[in-house]
């Protein structure tokens, strides 16, 4: 039996973040009987329970700001490594999700290496870039990021983009490598177009099927909503651009409604957040357009699931989302009128060349990028290291 330990998710449940919905995928499709799951959960009790087949471990830690994620994949490892101590597990493998314990890990993987058990880590995007921390933490983040590279057995990177950039930066350490992507859902939502949800859904935010554009995602400025905004206001389509995210006590979203006076552009609506999975789908697939304006990180899940659903996609041109998108969508820079030029074109694309690009776009997320792909891949991963 190998035991794969699983460190650095909120836990499952999950409640649809990127690495949560991960492990919770991961647990739940399982495919292998010679593989043993254990995921930490951030709780507020040190309970076990069983989910998924998986044994599931509650840890508590004090809530402290920033720092609480640092505390929680410590105190997670530490009750990892005393479970496999004293289990007499030899060939288990920690696999740790983010770069948040660089310092601390040298420490811990000496005792890991006295087990028998190897370090996997996933450096997720550049959080180190993320506009929302100071420049301090931005240090502590990249500092970490470096020693979490050091002293990994393996990095699972999500993104070739990424991948790349920890081959190159940090090429002293020789980092062992390898690409594995995030995993998309490919079926479509089981609601039609005349279900309650949906249509209710509508009419209490105004909009309608194919006349919207439409974004999903953390509302931060890395993800360029000023420059989308800004470039939609400028352009002339009479269709809705829908905002799906959540913006209460958001600091950022008064910086934007002072910068771009969105609220004078009544195309502009903020919908709030959706978290029925099967409307969130179906809002998707039937939206005209995707804009997509991630640039931080590695393989995005938000860019997944619009792929494999919206017909039209809208990305703006990095290397993280060209390596997704390939010949599946269309491409803005983040110059002015870049975007609204696109808008604007877009508003007469002819009905063939919709389709051609839907069904590049799905078909590359069936082929490279679904649950069960992405699994089978893990498994065989895990089993023969």
């Given at each position: 039996?190998?035991?794969?330990?699983?460190?650095?998710?909120?836990?499952?449940?999950?409640?649809?973040?990127?690495?949560?919905?991960?492990?919770?995928?991961?647990?739940?499709?399982?495919?292998?009987?010679?593989?043993?799951?254990?995921?930490?959960?951030?709780?507020?009790?040190?309970?076990?329970?069983?989910?998924?087949n998986a044994r599931c471990f509650n840890?508590?830690?004090?809530?402290?700001?920033?720092?609480?994620?640092?505390?929680?994949?410590?105190?997670?490892?530490?009750?990892?490594?005393?479970?496999?101590?004293?289990?007499?597990?030899?060939d288990a493998v920690i696999y740790i999700l983010a770069c948040r314990i660089g310092p601390f890990l040298g420490k811990y993987k000496k005792q890991a290496k006295k087990l028998g058990a190897k370090i996997f880590v996933n450096p997720d995007g550049h959080e180190w870039k993320r506009a929302k921390w100071n420049a301090f933490i931005r240090q502590y983040w990249k500092l970490s990021e470096k020693l979490m590279v050091k002293h990994a057995d393996l990095l699972i990177c999500d993104s070739k983009n990424i991948e790349k950039y920890i081959k190159e930066d940090y090429k002293q350490y020789n980092p062992n490598t390898t690409f594995l992507a995030y995993g998309a859902e490919t079926s479509k939502s089981t609601l039609n177009d005349d279900s309650k949800e949906l249509v209710d859904w509508y009419n209490d935010k105004g909009l309608k099927k194919k006349e919207y554009y439409l974004v999903v995602g953390r509302f931060v400025p890395e993800n360029n909503y000023e420059i989308m905004i800004k470039e939609f206001m400028k352009s002339d389509?009479?269709?809705?651009?829908?905002?799906?995210?959540?913006?209460?006590?958001?600091?950022?979203?008064?910086?934007?409604?002072?910068?771009?006076?969105?609220?004078?552009?009544?195309?502009?609506?903020?919908?709030?957040?959706?978290?029925?999975?099967?409307?969130?789908?179906?809002?998707r697939e039937n939206a005209y357009a995707y804009l997509h304006g991630h640039e931080v990180g590695g393989t995005n899940?938000?860019?997944?699931?619009?792929?494999?659903?919206?017909?039209?996609?809208?990305?703006?041109?990095?290397?993280?989302?060209?390596?997704?998108?390939?010949?599946?969508?269309?491409?803005?820079d983040k110059a002015d009128g870049s975007l609204s030029n696109l808008i604007n074109e877009l508003e007469d694309i002819k009905k063939e060349k919709t389709e051609s690009l839907s069904e590049k776009a799905k078909e590359r997320i069936t082929n490279e990028y679904s649950w069960e792909i992405i699994i089978d891949k893990y498994e065989k991963l895990f089993m023969n290291k």
């Open positions: 039996m190998k035991n794969i330990f699983i460190i650095g998710s909120k836990g499952i449940p999950s409640n649809y973040g990127g690495f949560e919905t991960f492990v919770e995928k991961l647990t739940e499709c399982r495919v292998s009987e010679e593989i043993k799951y254990h995921v930490s959960c951030l709780a507020k009790d040190n309970e076990e329970f069983s989910h998924n840890v508590n830690v004090p809530n402290i700001g920033p720092a609480k994620a640092v505390y929680y994949d410590i105190f997670a490892l530490k009750k990892v490594l005393k479970y496999i101590e004293e289990n007499n597990i030899n389509t009479k269709k809705d651009f829908a905002i799906i995210t959540n913006v209460e006590k958001n600091k950022f979203y008064e910086k934007l409604r002072e910068t771009t006076n969105f609220e004078k552009d009544e195309r502009i609506k903020f919908v709030g957040t959706v978290y029925n999975q099967e409307l969130l789908k179906k809002i899940p938000s860019l997944l699931e619009a792929l494999a659903t919206t017909d039209l996609n809208v990305l703006l041109n990095v290397g993280f989302n060209k390596e997704v998108g390939e010949d599946g969508a269309v491409y803005f």
